[in-house]
């Protein structure tokens, strides 16, 4: 894919899933703006793209609106006005229910769907301005469809961004606009931010169908691929790559009656 007249501004680019996105449009000749809200993070991680004038860090936390436009102004004048935006920007903290307090209900809640609407928001203004057509895609996640313990407040965030991304791609579609999602399962990032015990690893590891857990890089695949050419049909849908994990259930047993269960109810006997 040729990314070379393209600029793209990945949110959370200082880690994991953002910065393997970043990494892989730059590999594409396209220009990145890199925004984190770890400014000493984002500084580091561009530093590691294999071309430095390819990339632009931009410290800047999206819960604020004021500081995604100042983002995007500075973006604009370093590149040129985005034409892909990734909202990748995200946390996954566990706060059982019980234990919740309105910081950390509003924290979750305002980095992973406030700020992906209003960044999409500035992003699109941008473009219609300029009568350029564009490209969104949300890092939603499966804990949008499947609840856990001690992430209603996640859960619920990535559920709305699912919803967004369809109300965003109904209302940009006449700008030529396209907002898409992909939806990632259990993916090994190693994150400074978002930090997840072991017994919580090894024990997501084990639902996997594929019998791996994601790497960033499979995440970027697919974004690069509904923002090419590839998906210019491709509207308002959330693509799952998750190693089959949203497909069904590996926890359970078949359900066949064992023959030392036999009897009468024993299917082979019949
Ligand atoms: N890793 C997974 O298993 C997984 C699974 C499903 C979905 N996701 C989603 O993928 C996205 C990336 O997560 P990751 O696993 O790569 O985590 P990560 O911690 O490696 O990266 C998240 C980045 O977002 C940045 N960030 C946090 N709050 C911010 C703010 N207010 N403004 C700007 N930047 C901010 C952090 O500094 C960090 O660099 C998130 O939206 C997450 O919910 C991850």
Partial sequence: MNCRDQVVLVTGAASGIGFAVASAYAREGARVAMVDLRREAVTEAAQRIFDQDLVYPVQADVRLVEEIERALDGVGSRFGTPTILVNAAGLYPSD???????????????????????????????????????????????????????????????????????ALAIELAPFGIRVNAVSPGFVEVHSAVNQLSTRYVEAIRRTIPLGRAGAPEDIAHAVLFLTGPGSDWITGTVFRVDGGSAAGTTALPLSRVDQEEGGDNDPQAL
Avoid: C
């Fill in 96 to 166: 059982p229910v019980l234990e919740m307090s309105e910081v950390a209900w509003d924290r979750v809640l305002d980095t992973n769907l406030k700020g992906p609407f209003f960044t999409s928001q500035s992003f699109a203004r941008r473009l219609i301005r300029q009568n350029v057509k564009g490209n969104i895609v949300n890092i939603t996640s499966g804990a949008a469809k499947r609840a856990r313990p001690g992430a209603a407040h996640y859960s619920a965030s990535k559920a709305g961004l699912a919803m967004l991304t369809q």
